[in-house]
């Protein structure tokens, strides 16, 4: 990865973090370049990891899922096999949108979303309690999403 990006590099990164359906044509219009060069720094951009993705933002209120669950986990033991067991069977359960691996009493904090309190109780039940490793649960729910869009700071005085 490049050690430094430019202010046009940092103005595209803003742009698309904004609307990733822009085309190259009105990218390069709100950066003052050509298309050609747009494209090249995006592709660059791209190869060198600043843009790892691209996605939609989906409503989870809209596809039925009214709570949101916090949940911290502590492990009964810190081993790497325990771990990697514990983070790969993570990944295999689509009702867990985020995880982080933490500092703290707790090792892990998971960002649940179920489609209602009484459907996450059987999801903490069946599923959470027989993850490897869990020691301890710990459920906190959102009340309202005050910030949502998760946007990465790209101005000069942050990179």
Not at 45 to 67: C, D, H, M, N, R
Not at 92 to 98: D, G, L, N, R
Not at 104 to 132: H, K, M, N, W
Request: aromatic share 8%; proline share 4%; charged share 25%.
């Amino acid at each position: 990865m490049p050690t430094t990006i430019d202010r046009t590099d940092r103005a595209l990164l803003a742009a698309l973090q904004d609307n990733a359906r822009l085309t190259v044509s009105e990218l390069a219009d709100q950066v003052s370049l050509t298309t050609s060069p747009c494209w090249r720094r995006i592709k660059l951009l791209e190869e060198s990891g600043y843009i790892t993705g691209y996605q939609a933002i989906l409503s989870p209120k809209a596809l039925g899922f009214g709570v949101t669950a916090f949940v911290s986990i502590m492990m009964d033991s810190h081993t790497k096999e325990m771990a990697r067991a514990f983070e790969q069977r993570l990944m295999e359960i689509p009702e867990i949108v985020a995880c982080h691996n933490i500092s703290g009493r707790y090792d892990f904090l998971l960002e649940i979303l179920a489609r209602d309190l009484e459907s996450f109780g059987e999801f903490a039940r069946e599923v959470l309690q027989t993850l490897p490793g869990v020691k301890e649960i710990y459920s906190s729910f959102s009340f309202k999403a005050v910030k949502e869009k998760r946007v990465i700071p790209v101005s000069e005085k942050h990179i």
